[in-house]
């Protein structure tokens, strides 16, 4: 089964040597020959949450050509995949665009989500003795509508306990250009995230969002609060006699 990356900004620039690793490694692992297209860019997501629609059409029909050749598109991020997902209302005026997006939009998997409903795993075979809670992203349970794949594969990781954190459907505050715009109220919504965090006295907070990881994970070290913060493909990717550095 042949599958292209998209890595995202935020993967791309702030963690690349584990996420895009950790995704490549997953997916090959359960017989995926994985390709990554040089030319994608980001998915226009900030232009397009700020108004900027003209402007997020230019970026659509690049990364639709980009991915054209593709037999799936897989994404460590299920904010950015959602974009995807929303290309076809840019193009509602213009029928060749938006055949071409609505293609995009249906090989268009997160990761997590590509590993359980198309490749139909849900034991990945990673072994982490840690305590761990789990933040639920806006974009991909509300946007993408993706809630059970995540918890699924966390579910058989050999030695993971997972707690529920409390008011998990609450935004953590980075929502993209909102925490830049509304600065002020984000910091306040991460802060509660991060109390809700410490609430369940995990070990690790695991996420399947780089921008809420990085959100949170910004706040609880600027609070000086023992909490590592992992990407779901980070832990799904762990083998046994892993050790968890906090």
Same mark, same amino acid.
């Given at each position: 089964?042949?599958?292209? +990356?998209?890595?995202?900004?935020?993967? @791309?620039?702030?963690?690349?040597?584990?996420?895009?690793?950790?995704?490549?490694?997953?997916?090959?692992?359960?017989?995926?020959?994985?390709?990554?297209?040089?030319?994608?860019?980001?998915?226009?997501?900030?232009?397009?949450?700020?108004?900027?629609?003209?402007?997020?059409?230019?970026?659509?029909?690049?990364?639709?050509?980009?991915? =054209?050749?593709?037999?799936?598109?897989?994404?460590?991020?299920?904010?950015?995949?959602?974009?995807?997902?929303?290309?076809?209302?840019?193009? =509602?005026?213009?029928?060749?665009?938006?055949?071409?997006?609505?293609?995009?939009?249906?090989?268009?998997?997160?990761? !997590?989500?590509?590993?359980?409903?198309?490749?139909?795993?849900?034991?990945?075979?990673?072994? +982490?003795?840690?305590?761990?809670?789990?933040?639920?992203?806006?974009?991909? !349970?509300?946007?993408?509508?993706?809630?059970?794949?995540?918890?699924?594969?966390?579910?058989?990781?050999?030695?993971?306990?997972?707690?529920?954190?409390?008011?998990?459907?609450?935004?953590?505050?980075?929502?993209?250009?909102?925490?830049?715009?509304?600065?002020?109220?984000?910091?306040?919504?991460?802060? =509660?995230?991060?109390?809700?965090?410490?609430?369940?006295?995990?070990?690790? +907070?695991?996420?399947? @969002?780089?921008?809420?990881?990085?959100?949170?994970?910004?706040?609880? =070290?600027?609070?000086?609060?023992?909490?590592?913060?992992?990407?779901?493909?980070?832990?799904?990717?762990?083998?046994?006699?892993?050790?968890?550095?906090?």
């Amino acid at each position: 089964m042949k599958v292209s +990356l998209f890595l995202t900004c935020l993967a @791309d620039v702030v963690y690349p040597a584990s996420v895009g690793k950790s995704s490549v490694e997953l997916l090959e692992r359960f017989g995926c020959e994985v390709d990554f297209p040089k030319k994608q860019t980001c998915c226009g997501q900030p232009a397009f949450n700020s108004g900027f629609h003209k402007e997020s059409r230019e970026v659509a029909k690049h990364m639709i050509a980009t991915f =054209e050749h593709a037999s799936y598109v897989v994404s460590p991020s299920g904010s950015c995949t959602a974009m995807l997902h929303e290309y076809p209302k840019l193009f =509602e005026d213009d029928p060749d665009w938006l055949y071409r997006a609505e293609a995009l939009k249906n090989k268009s998997y997160e990761l !997590t989500q590509f590993l359980v409903h198309v490749l139909n795993v849900e034991d990945v075979g990673a072994e +982490l003795p840690a305590n761990a809670t789990y933040h639920t992203s806006c974009h991909m !349970t509300r946007l993408l509508g993706e809630k059970e794949a995540p918890m699924k594969l966390l579910k058989n990781v050999k030695g993971l306990t997972v707690y529920e954190l409390p008011y998990k459907e609450q935004c953590c505050g980075f929502g993209g250009t909102f925490s830049v715009k509304m600065m002020p109220i984000s910091e306040q919504m991460v802060d =509660e995230k991060v109390e809700h965090v410490e609430e369940t006295g995990a070990e690790i +907070l695991i996420g399947a @969002d780089l921008g809420c990881l990085m959100n949170i994970g910004g706040r609880i =070290e600027r609070k000086g609060k023992p909490v590592k913060v992992m990407h779901i493909a980070d832990v799904l990717n762990t083998q046994a006699k892993a050790e968890v550095n906090t």
